[in-house]
């Protein structure tokens, strides 16, 4: 089946960029997406990528997909102590997403002032 | 509009009871999904169900099962509890059957078996 990986942890200053890494196995996945999990809280989609496309940007958040290497990142521009959270990448394989999303074990992003 | 709802937040369980866990969807969202979080394992499908029909079931025994109703309201169910199902669980609804647009997610309902 799909296997997902990211690193356990980031740490960033606060105001620089972070870019969080995640590749995965299966080149027929459909949909991409990185879900944001607070202590406590359940999980908030952040953005999501189409399969097709090679970026998307929204707001301090730009996604790039290589497909090729199978590698997704996720860049959150001006970081802030908002910000510090799990972050989890999800794939969504063929099949109508039938077998569900497959998730990375999520990197930590520590925000250091 | 009002997000996912899942009840009870927390729940205490001995070994060999059974539990079940409800979620309500975002109104209009036919599409529930259940997912166990644990440290060792992460996130893991449990299953889905789209219109009361279940689409697929991830790699879980059948002491884990689940139903829903014409309100698109779901229920999970899980039997003969071992320590080992204690986790995090968690429901997300979606507007499609396999959320291709993203799916939302409740808080969670944490379930400790003792």
């Known amino acids: 089946g799909e296997d997902v990986e990211q690193s356990l942890f980031l740490s960033v200053r606060e105001g620089d960029s972070s870019v969080i890494n995640c590749t995965y196995t299966d080149s027929s996945s459909t949909y991409l997406y990185w879900y944001k999990q607070e202590p406590g809280a359940g999980l908030q989609l952040l953005t999501y990528?189409?399969?097709?496309?090679d970026m998307k940007q929204d707001q301090r958040l730009t996604v790039l997909l290589n497909k090729k290497d199978k590698h997704l990142s996720l860049r959150i521009a001006d970081t802030q102590t908002g910000d510090s959270a799990i972050y989890f990448c999800?794939?969504?394989?063929?099949?109508?997403?039938?077998?569900?999303?497959?998730f990375g074990k999520g990197t930590h992003l520590i925000i250091q002032p | 509009k009002a997000g996912v709802t899942q009840t009870p937040r927390y729940l205490i369980k001995t070994r060999g009871q059974q539990v079940t866990l409800s979620c309500s969807p975002i109104s209009g969202h036919r599409s529930v999904s259940w997912y166990q979080q644990t440290p060792g394992q992460g996130l893991q499908f449990l299953f889905e169900y789209f219109s009361e029909t279940q689409r697929n079931k991830g790699n879980f025994p059948g002491r884990f099962s689940g139903r829903q109703f014409s309100n698109s309201r779901s229920e999970m169910n899980v039997s003969t509890l071992e320590l080992g199902d204690s986790a995090l669980y968690l429901c997300a609804s979606s507007l499609f059957a396999g959320g291709a647009y993203g799916y939302t997610f409740g808080s969670g309902t944490r379930l400790t078996v003792v």
């Open positions: 999800a794939i969504r394989g063929p099949g109508g997403g039938a077998d569900g999303l497959t």
């Open positions: 990528i189409f399969s097709n496309m």
